[in-house]
């Protein structure tokens, strides 16, 4: 029988299209706010530096008052923190990285770049004898170099990364208003699970999904509901999705979504909710399942792990970051040649884990784990990112393909 496979582009347009925003915000102080996301735009009151200062360890100079024999004497001494008296007219100020520049100062030259002779007496204090270049505005940084006053800093949206926190903080935000995280409750399906930590029993398999998703989540604004493992049938799948469908504001299950009377996930939707994609034109994922319980959207991942790494980064990361506010939800691909061929043009689009090399004599290039069954999850962890084969192409060696690094993600 031919299956009616959805394609990846417009999968990922329905889920898209179907993400209602979280509403709820909440204020955290900076400490809290790594990986979440903001709710509102931040301005700055204050401009960044807030005012002119010095980018070395030097001397400030007036550079239309240097006398012909380029000496000028040192009359005032200002370290970081301390606040200048203007320049005296034809004297030099000994300043430290980061000081403010007095007033009727326009240069300040690097203390290597000048002989200083210790005075003898206190009257007879420090002469320095300056280079022939000094050029205006050299060693300045200016005010409001990083941040204009009554700038927007950072729009709503934006994902928090260390360095938006740094920034945040040097303008003298505490506390932030985020977007609450998604409480995303997961569950994994099978009978032949069991947890890691105990003895396996025959037909068993040890339960690395729930985990894996586990870590997924956690790089994502998400308050995680963990409902454990449930057996295959069908009136514990319906129980299991009714419960988490009433505490969550996303379910993400794995396995049961195949076409087997033991996979429960896809008729449990379609009982308690709807089923609205159902079989993706992926390799590999193929069965994926999406819907809603009620209110509650529910993404059924495939049970193979392969499988559940690479459908969760193409559909479940976008949709939870869209949900969560995030203005940025797909992940950066570059071009990247193929250090293989691909044998045969395929209807599903494959999302190979493959290594990026460099090889002297011809540059970088894309190496496949031999073996890149959904069950085999050893790919994933000796590759660095996905090669993308595009459905009904068959690149070969050399050609550029689609690279998504794991570290983007
Ligand atoms: N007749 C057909 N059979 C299958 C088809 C098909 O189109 N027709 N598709 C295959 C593909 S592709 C996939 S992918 C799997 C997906 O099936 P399910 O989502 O129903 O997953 P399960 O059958 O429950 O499990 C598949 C595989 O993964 C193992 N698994 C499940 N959960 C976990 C877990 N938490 N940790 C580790 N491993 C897990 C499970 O033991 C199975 O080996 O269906 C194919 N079959
Ligand atoms: O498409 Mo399935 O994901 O081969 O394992």
Sequence with gaps: MHDQLTSVDDALHYLLEHTQPLEAREVRPLTEAIGRILADPVYSSISVPPQDNSAVDGYAVNTRFISTDRCLPVSQRIPAGHTPKPLQPGTAARIFTGAFIPEGADAVVMQENVQAQEGTTEQNGTIIKLPDTITPEQNIRPKGQDIQQGQVVLPAGTRLRPQELGLLASIGTADLPLFRPLRVGIISTGDELAEPGTPLQSGQIYNSNRYMLHGLLAQLPCNIQDYGIIPDT?????????????????????????????????????????????????????????????????????????????????????????????????????????????????????????????DPATGPCLEAYPNQSSGVLSSACWGDGFAIIRENTAPQCGDLVEFIPFSVL
């Design 234 to 358: 069908a009136d514990a799948t319906l129980s299991a999705l009714d419960k988490a469908a009433a505490k969550c504001d996303l379910i993400i299950t794995s396995g049961g979504v195949s076409v087997g009377e033991e996979d429960h996930i896809k008729n449990s939707i379609d009982q308690l909710g709807q089923l609205n994609l159902w079989k993706i034109a992926i390799k590999p994922g193929k069965p994926l399942a999406f819907g809603a319980i009620r209110e509650t959207p529910i993404i059924g991942l495939p049970g193979n792990p392969g499988a559940v790494f690479v459908t969760f980064n193409v559909f479940a990361r976008p949709f939870i970051l869209k949900s969560c506010g995030a203005l940025s939800y797909t992940p950066q691909s570059f071009p990247v040649p193929l250090g293989f061929n691909i044998k045969k043009p395929g209807i599903r689009r494959e999302y190979l884990r493959v290594k990026f090399t460099q």
